[in-house]
């Protein structure tokens, strides 16, 4: 599976990717499908591994630690229905960004909480969404989320693509459900 938003496939011409690491991908993939899917702006997701050194990374090489990469989600995305900033503000709502390297039981940098910009107006974005929910939403710990840019990006393998909807019963991280904070300005 690939994802491709610069001209190919069957996507508007102003689609976008966006791509985000909050622990473990399935919980996350779920939820941005379950929030944005259907109409709401969100194109086509697929989960895989993004933000380390290793070439073509395996699951269980990413979840021994050593590929430096981070379980990821990466979106293609309509603009016109659902911007950068929504997305963004939602990944600080689904999940904590104040735990180093964890999320619930799941420890380990290939769990960390990550942004992967793809262009300067991202990285803008995603640093000032940032800034703002540090002194407004998560006050208790400080942000530990990356803020990196976009480099290589390698699918997971296909049993982890659609995880939660094809074993519906399946692990969902505790720490995976959307806080009801108040609107940012």
């Given amino acids: 599976m690939s994802l491709n938003a610069e ?31 259907n109409g709401k702006g969100l194109l086509d997701a697929e989960v895989g591994y993004c933000g380390g050194k290793t070439s073509d990374p395996s699951y269980r090489k990413v979840c021994s630690g050593t590929t430096g990469h981070a379980e990821s989600l990466q979106m293609i995305f309509d ?9 963004i503000e939602f990944f600080y709502k689904m999940h904590d960004p104040t735990t180093l390297n964890r999320q619930g039981g799941d420890t380990g940098t290939q769990y960390r909480s990550a942004i992967f910009y ?12 940032t800034q703002l929910i540090q002194g407004k939403w998560w006050r208790a710990g400080d942000i530990t ?7 290589e990006w390698y699918s997971a393998e296909k049993y982890h693509q659609l995880y939660l909807d094809k074993n519906p019963g399946g692990y969902e991280c505790p720490a995976h459900y959307v806080r009801n904070f108040p609107p940012l300005s």
């Fill in 118 to 129: 793809h262009n300067e107006e991202q990285e803008k974005t995603a640093k000032e969404v």
């Fill in 7 to 37: 001209g190919g496939g069957a996507y508007p011409a102003n689609a976008q990717k966006c791509t985000v690491a909050a622990g473990c991908f399935w919980g996350v993939d779920h939820l941005y499908r379950k929030h944005f899917g």
């Fill in 79 to 87: 603009p016109s229905v659902v911007t950068y900033r929504q997305l």
């Fill in 145 to 151: 989320t990356e803020i990196a840019p976009f480099g």
